[in-house]
Structure formats: C-alpha cells, structure tokens
C-alpha cells in the first residue's frame, strides 16, 4: 500500500505528489500576492518569511520525493511509445523546474550572506552569498521557473484530464488511490 508497484503508485507517492502540487501552487499564489505589498502593509515582512519557511520545507519534501523516486519502481505508462515519451520528458521538466525555483529561491534570501530563519524552529546557513547581482539574477530565474512550473503543472493535469475522460484509462485514477491499483491487480476494472 504504502510502496509503488509496475502497476500503480503506492500511498507514499501520492501523498508526496499532492502535499507537492498543493505547497507549490500555495508558494506561488503567496509570492504572486506579496510582491505586491507596500512597506506599510501589515504583512510586509511576515508574507516573505512564511514564504522562505514553507519554500525551505517544500525544498526538504522534494529531495525525499526525488530519493523516493529514484528507490520505487515507477507504474507503466499507457498511450503510445510518443505519448510516453512526452510523459518522461514532462515529468523530468516537472522536476527539473521544481529544483530551480526552489535554489534560485535559496540564492535570493542568501544573497547578502544571512542564513534562512525557518519558523523560528531552525536556520539554514548562507552557503552562497555575496556572488555579483546575485538576488536579482537569482529573482527572475525564481520567477521564470515558477510561471514555467505553474504552466507546465497545469498542462500535467489536463494531460491527467485527458486520460482519464478521452482515452477512458487509469492514469488519473492511480494517482488518486492506492486501493484503485490493488483491486485492478486483484482482476478489477481496469478503467472507470
């Protein structure tokens, strides 16, 4: 249940997959919102660090999906040899987009060689700083990576949409429930 199959994703990945998409849209939208803020507002200095903190975890969470990943076998893809392809690529490019917006992140709030306070609990140290014009090459790498993130997530789930009403299989079914993979192993239906 907890471990991936050749045949569906183990509850492990599903919930790495969801608490990823939910902290990335959520980082996202918080980001967007808080650049917009003026000196006076009340959560001038508070959205930025909920957003360094929450980006710091979310950076934890992605290394232990990736290692996790990279131990599990990962389920068979349907469509054609082009459409997995296309799918290897589109989640390679997931992953690849989800490590820069979060270094890039990192190199911003390391810029002037402070470390990163993560809810008063801990601090990560500024192991990069001081680099030329390093908060603002670092800035519009961070929010390239995310607009290209957030556009290519969407294109994923209408992918996953896709599969799921058009070509009438389980992709997107797997992804939602360890028991849909079990009772489809048992002889189950295959699709909806």
């Known amino acids: 249940m907890w471990r991936n199959t050749s045949s569906g994703w183990g509850l492990t990945s599903i919930l790495l997959h969801w608490l990823s998409a939910l ?6 939208v918080l980001g967007w919102w808080m650049t917009g803020l003026g000196y006076y507002d009340d959560w001038y200095h508070l959205a930025p ?14 290394l232990g999906r990736l290692a996790w990943r990279a131990l599990q076998p990962t389920p068979a893809l349907p469509g054609s040899r082009l459409e997995r392809l296309a799918a ?24 002037e060689g402070a470390g990163i306070d993560v809810f ?10 001081g680099l030329p014009r390093q908060a603002s090459v670092a800035g519009s790498v961070h929010w390239y990576a995310a607009l290209a993130l957030m556009l290519l997530a969407g294109g994923h789930g209408l ?16 992804m939602l429930s360890p028991r849909y993979t079990r009772a489809r192993r048992r002889g189950g239906p295959a699709s909806h």
Request: charged residues 10%; aromatic residues 14%.
């Open 88 to 111: 290897h690529l589109g989640h390679a490019a997931l992953y690849a987009l989800m490590l820069l917006v979060l270094v890039s992140g990192y190199l911003i709030s390391t810029a």
């Open 23 to 28: 902290a990335f849209v959520g980082l996202f």
């Open 159 to 174: 992918a996953a949409f896709k599969h799921h009403w058009v070509d009438r299989n389980d992709t997107l079914l797997r």
């Open 120 to 129: 008063g609990l801990f601090e990560v140290p500024a192991l990069v700083s």
């Open 49 to 62: 660090w909920w957003h360094r903190s929450l980006g710091v975890l979310v950076f934890a969470v992605t």
